[in-house]
């Protein structure tokens, strides 16, 4: 009998550990698994750095623990609780001297993929949860190297692999071509695909990659290019032909989905969620006059202004950056706005041979006042903008200023989905 007892103990005090290892722990927040690393041997050796626990992270992340991620105030910064998120040194001030030297270029499963800048010039895996890195090799030609890289890590199915790949554009008089480069930290080589994908029309230079279930994906315009570097594989998928849409439109992950997320012309707030690889479904629409009622009496954007006025910043001056399932987060240009409004209301003449566009003052009713200002009509807009990050939630329409603000560099935003995960950066092979 006794012996029976002591067999039921074992195997209870087994499940016991079972669901705190497999279940409990891998759903901890970062800085709740660092406090229970120095509990004991045991937990440090299946905390730190471990294939099999890193596989249940990744199946079943914290919500505490997730979130999006950029560079932003000196630092990695999170669309979340900084707090739960617990990444132990976001300054990266260990890695470069200033955050200036760092591009954040993808997000995969807990790992970043970071261009260090400043005279060290490479590509970076990261792991910011246990501080881990590993340093490429250089891709021939070196100059090849760009802010469209995308990052694939999947630590359920390959723990210790990792793959990069770098979407080279083409185009001429036919339309688009895109190849695509690939690095595996398997071979520690970079290696060109054999897939090749065209598409016929205006020029469509591939954006921002998203990451999700072994694929990554760039937005081009009217269509979604993606690759699948298991099976060496590649295509398009059209996106959603949104009625009146205007050029603010982003595609982002979440949890392993797919949103598509736009602003038409007319301020309208749309987010779609890819099914099945194919098909388009829209999830939300949300209207102008929802925002000005839900959000009264400081109306939009804590500013006293009306449905037109409203709908003319979405249109023109809101970009939709990231979509959690529920809540939509826009940044907004709201000091471009006021300057449009203050000083240049309609547009006059624009004269590119002298490099000056002259607007009409609106207090002037014949029109023969005008106030002209000096614009450098050759800069590509390589600059970083500052803009205010704003989240609304798509069911009841409520709009909240989040405090924070977001840089927009190059034309894109760098804010990614992202995880804390302990998984440890797989080595490359050389």
Not at 236 to 255: A, F, S
Not at 275 to 291: A, C, H, M, P
Request: glycine letters at 6%; a negative charge.
């Amino acid at each position: 009998m006794a012996s029976e007892n002591e067999t039921f103990h074992e195997e209870t005090a087994h499940l016991l550990d079972d669901i705190i290892c497999h279940r409990i722990l891998p759903r901890l927040p970062c800085k709740l698994l660092s406090r229970c690393k120095v509990i004991s041997k045991g937990y440090n050796a299946l905390i730190a750095p471990n294939t099999c626990f890193a596989n249940f992270q990744s199946i079943n992340p914290s919500p505490a623990s997730t979130g999006f991620v950029y560079i932003n105030d000196s630092k990695l910064s999170f669309l979340a609780d900084q707090d739960n998120i617990g990444v132990p040194d976001p300054s990266l001030e260990f890695m470069v001297k200033s955050l200036k030297d760092v591009k954040l270029l993808a997000s995969a499963n807990g790992l970043l993929l970071l261009y260090l800048l400043g005279g060290v010039n490479s590509l970076c895996i990261y792991n910011p949860a246990i501080m881990e890195k590993t340093v490429l090799p250089k891709e021939e030609p070196e100059e090849n190297i760009r802010k469209t890289m995308g990052l694939v890590f999947n630590p359920f199915a390959s723990p210790k692999k990792f793959v990069v790949v770098d979407p080279l554009f083409k185009f001429n008089s036919a339309g688009n071509e895109y190849c695509f480069n690939v690095f595996s930290s398997q071979t520690g080589k970079w290696t060109c695909s054999r897939q090749k994908v065209f598409m016929p029309g205006l020029r469509c230079p591939p954006t921002r990659p998203v990451y999700a279930l072994g694929l990554v994906y760039w937005s081009c315009i009217d269509y979604l290019l993606w690759f699948d570097p298991d099976k060496d594989r590649a295509g398009t998928i059209p996106l959603p032909n949104c009625i009146g849409l205007g050029n603010m439109r982003e595609v982002e992950v979440y949890k392993d989905e797919l949103n598509y997320m736009c602003i038409t012309f007319e301020g309208e707030i749309e987010v779609w969620r890819l099914i099945g690889g194919t098909k388009w479904n829209r999830l939300y629409e949300l209207s102008t006059n929802t925002l000005i009622h839900e959000n009264s009496p400081n109306l939009c954007f804590g500013l006293p202004i009306g449905e037109a006025e409203t709908r003319y910043i979405l249109g023109n001056y809101a970009v939709p950056l990231a979509f959690d399932g529920r809540n939509i987060y826009l940044a907004v240009n709201i000091k471009a706005w006021r300057l449009e409004k203050d000083w240049l209301v309609s547009i006059k003449n624009i004269d590119f041979g002298e490099d000056v566009l002259s607007f009409m003052d609106p207090t002037d009713e014949d029109g023969s006042l005008f106030y002209e200002t000096e614009i450098d009509v050759n800069d590509d807009f390589e600059t970083s903008l500052e803009k205010e990050l704003l989240c609304c939630d798509m069911v009841t329409g409520k709009l909240v200023n989040t405090g924070k603000s977001v840089i927009q560099t190059n034309r894109n935003f760098r804010i990614f989905y992202y995880h804390n995960s302990m998984a440890a950066v797989p080595a490359i092979s050389m």
